[in-house]
């Protein structure tokens, strides 16, 4: 039974929201989870995950002592990425070297010749190790909860993997088209944010992010776990919606459950996820938002075997600054394509003004790498649907020393009227425009 009032009521139910749940019981805090399925972060966003973020999720497991209890890597499946840019097909795979000679061998204008011609020098098992030392190098330092300057964790004490850092830095750092679709391309993979301008951190980032192993979450099986983890430490979780939210004086007293519990007071009231609909007050939201569609359909084709349970992300060079920038798909093990089809919400936009836009421009992509699929096969079963994938585009601007910092309220406070709503947090998937999911967790967790 649920009480009526709590130190924290979260609201969105996912891993990070267990997670959260579960510090704040440690932390002695009374907790009630409110599961409104409508609030969502985004599965192509928290359930594919990197090195770096792997490695912060074990720490908050181990920190919040569950980790007798759950073994994080039985949750986790290492899930290659392709990237598709114009005629190139870049694959990165779970090794650091390979990865890093990949993207040698389909873009040489990455790096130069000379170094090119050294990497049949370097001894790759030695090299993944100083990756991995490097990895955890970052990670202990962004655990320390200051704001010293982020650069200086991301900058590795081995020089050979420092060269390889500063040579594509300057790749990137230039003002080609193919620069461009790159730099567009990892941040929508691996950050939920769109810039022409990003800091050397931020392209730091997005490198560790390329050359690190990716994994797709368990989430079914990872949540069941966590969840029966916060039940048994006190934690109360409620599958309802939220029907009102009543404020006093610029804060949030109470919200209104559609259940007979009814009305739930808390101290503090943090939304992790994002409800695109009208609500009381705003998220941080000043620039243009990217929602997106969810397409299905089965495929009978000979070369499904060569791309099974990979992630193929599509920015061909004339879709950059346009409304429908990207997509990506996931080919299932029974042959089912899930699509994640982007496009910009200017205001009035409905998603289902975009369902033929969007299965047209996805098979016109995938006959590229399944020649001879018919679109009347492809017409006669696709399915659409909204997703809660978000993104967030900021043109011509360049990331400040403030925007900088890692632990940061920057799109946290929700505000009425343009004040800011107290005893209500933001911690949806917009926070996470710095360093992706990476710095969204240090700062959520």
């Given at each position: 039974m649920l009480k009526r009032e709590y130190d924290?009521?979260?609201?969105?139910?996912?891993?990070?929201?267990?997670?959260?749940?579960l510090g704040e019981l440690q932390r002695?805090?009374?907790?009630?989870?409110?599961?409104?399925?409508?609030f969502?972060?985004?599965d192509k966003w928290i359930y594919n995950i990197g090195d770096l973020e792997k490695r912060l999720i074990h720490f908050y497991i181990n920190s919040y002592?569950?980790?007798?209890?759950?073994?994080?890597?039985?949750?986790?499946?290492?899930?290659?990425?392709?990237?598709?840019?114009?005629?190139k097909m870049i694959e990165l795979s779970s090794s650091p070297f390979a990865n890093i000679r990949e993207f040698a061998r389909k873009l040489p204008e990455c790096f130069s010749?000379?170094?090119?011609?050294?990497?049949?020098?370097?001894?790759?098992?030695?090299?993944?190790?100083?990756?991995?030392l490097f990895f955890n190098r970052i990670i202990d330092y962004s655990l320390l909860r200051s704001n010293t300057d982020l650069l200086n964790f991301f900058i590795p004490e081995n020089k050979n993997i420092e060269?390889?850092?500063?040579?594509?830095?300057?790749?990137?750092?230039?003002?080609?088209?193919?620069?461009?679709?790159?730099?567009?391309?990892?941040?929508?993979?691996?950050?939920?944010?769109?810039?022409?301008k990003i800091s050397e951190v931020e392209s730091r980032y997005l490198l560790c992010s390329i050359l690190g192993t990716r994994y797709k979450v368990d989430r079914i099986s990872l949540e069941s776990q966590l969840l029966f983890e916060f039940k048994t430490r006190g934690g109360h979780i409620k599958s309802t919606k939220v029907i009102n939210w009543e404020f006093y004086d610029q804060r949030l007293e109470y919200i209104l459950l559609d259940s007979y519990e009814g009305l739930i007071r808390a101290n503090l009231f943090s939304l992790l996820g994002h409800l695109n609909a009208e609500l009381p007050f705003q998220y941080p939201t000043k620039n243009l938002l990217y929602k997106s569609l969810k397409l299905n359909c089965n495929i009978d084709h000979d070369f499904t075997s060569l791309f099974k349970n990979k992630r193929i992300v599509f920015c061909e060079s004339d879709k950059i600054g346009t409304d429908f920038p990207h997509f990506e798909v996931f080919l299932k093990d029974n042959d089912e394509v899930n699509v994640l089809f982007s496009y910009a919400d200017h205001e009035g936009t409905k998603p289902k003004f975009y369902f033929d836009k969007a299965s047209n421009d996805v098979y016109k992509s995938l006959n590229q790498i399944f020649p001879g699929l018919l679109q009347k096969?492809?017409?006669?079963?696709?399915?659409?649907?909204?997703?809660?994938?978000?993104?967030l585009e900021n043109i011509n601007t360049k990331s400040t020393n403030k925007q900088a910092k890692l632990y940061s309220d920057q799109g946290r406070l929700c505000t009425i009227e343009g004040k800011p709503v107290k005893a209500l947090y933001y911690e949806g998937p917009l926070r996470s425009r710095y360093l992706g999911i990476f710095g969204y967790l240090i700062n959520v967790l």
């Open positions: 924290h009521v979260i609201i969105g139910k996912s891993y990070i929201s267990l997670l959260k749940g002695g805090k009374s907790v009630l989870i409110v599961d409104d399925e409508r969502q972060l985004g002592g569950v980790d007798n209890a759950i073994e994080l890597d039985n949750y986790l499946t290492k899930t290659n990425t392709m990237l598709y840019l114009n005629d010749s000379e170094f090119i011609d050294s990497l049949s020098t370097i001894d790759s098992e030695n090299f993944n190790k100083e990756i991995d060269k390889i850092m500063s040579t594509f830095l300057s790749y990137l750092d230039n003002d080609s088209l193919k620069n461009k679709q790159l730099q567009y391309i990892l941040q929508a993979l691996f950050q939920t944010f769109f810039s022409n096969d492809w017409n006669s079963q696709i399915q659409a649907k909204p997703s809660h994938n978000i993104w």
